[in-house]
């Protein structure tokens, strides 16, 4: 690295958890981290992966309080004087005055072959659109959502079985990689920008809950898509009435109609789809056979 350049890693997720990790195996030690508030999981608050991750390093960490911007930490973040800022699945808006601290700007590592599938959810929108292919993207922000020029991108190729936690794995392990010596080679003036292809770019939304309902009016691919894309979550569900429709069932009892199935496994049988494991609400996972016993006629 160049003498010392100090830096300010920004991060939240798992997916920002191991590029940290990469990040200060290759080398680059971040001298803060900056990271979402804990969260309250089960009447704890509980640290962001990433809070967890720079801890072990003993760096030091700064977020905002709930529901505040990053712009409420702005005085701690200049106070580091920071010459480069490296972003990871941040997860927050990041303003211009933030943006605007660091004497180098800031480099963002974005999972996708950009300008493909800009925005906050690109790792299942591949696997939604059956691609072939995806990669890491490093960029110099700017104002705009994953819209500043490339300084580096690696292609790796996608499997009919990868999930979005395979992918994660695979992604965050190679661009913590080439975060690193991306950020190595600008520091030294070594990187040439390169604009994006704008007209060409696609966009990702933000995974709702609602998005893993099953409409049993589509294809198996489809299907097939949904059950590799929304792991870990929202999982992909149905009710039990639609389920039992789609079986050519009847339930037991109609007042559970409404009641929420997560499909765990399904598999394709001469061009049916066939659901294997299924786990209704919170209780024990079950197969088809018994799941037919425990709830159809």
């Known amino acids: ?50 809070s967890n991750e720079a801890k072990k390093y003993k760096i030091p960490v700064l977020s905002p309080k709930i529901r505040q911007g990053i712009e409420k930490i702005l005085p701690k973040i200049k106070k580091l004087k920071p010459d480069l800022l490296l972003v990871a699945s941040f997860g927050m808006q990041i303003p211009a005055e933030v943006l605007g601290i660091p004497s180098k700007g800031a480099l963002k590592l974005h999972p996708s ?27 110099l922000m700017d104002q705009e959502t994953d819209h500043g020029p490339i300084l580096a991108q690696e292609t790796i190729p996608m499997s009919s079985t990868d999930t979005t936690i395979s992918l994660i794995a695979k992604l965050s392990t190679l661009g913590g990689k080439v975060l690193a010596t991306t950020a190595e080679k600008y520091l030294k003036g070594r990187s040439t920008p390169r604009p994006q292809n704008h007209p060409t770019a696609t966009y990702s939304q933000a995974v709702r809950y609602e998005d893993g309902k099953v409409n049993w009016g589509s294809s ?13 979550w929202p999982g992909v569900w149905t009710t039990l009435g639609e389920l039992a429709e789609e079986l050519e069932r009847e339930l037991k009892n109609p007042k559970e109609a409404e009641k929420i199935v997560k499909l765990l496994a399904v598999h394709q049988d001469n061009g049916a789809l066939v659901v294997d494991n299924m786990q209704v609400g919170n209780q024990k996972p079950l197969n088809l056979p018994e799941f037919i016993e425990r709830y159809l006629i």
């Not at 950009?114 to 292919?133: N, V, W």
């Open 220 to 232: 198996n691919e489809t299907i097939d898509r949904m059950m590799r894309a929304y792991q870990p």
């Open 113 to 139: 072959l950009l300008p493909r599938h800009r925005g906050p959810a690109p790792i299942p929108t591949a696997i939604l659109k059956g691609d072939d292919q995806t990669g890491v993207t490093v960029i």
């Open 1 to 50: 690295m160049a003498s010392h350049p100090k830096i300010v890693f920004l991060g939240t997720s798992v997916f920002g958890q191991i590029v940290l990790r990469n990040l200060v195996a290759e080398g680059i030690k971040p001298l803060a981290v900056v990271t979402q508030p804990d969260r309250p999981i089960d009447s704890q608050k509980t640290p962001s992966p990433v």
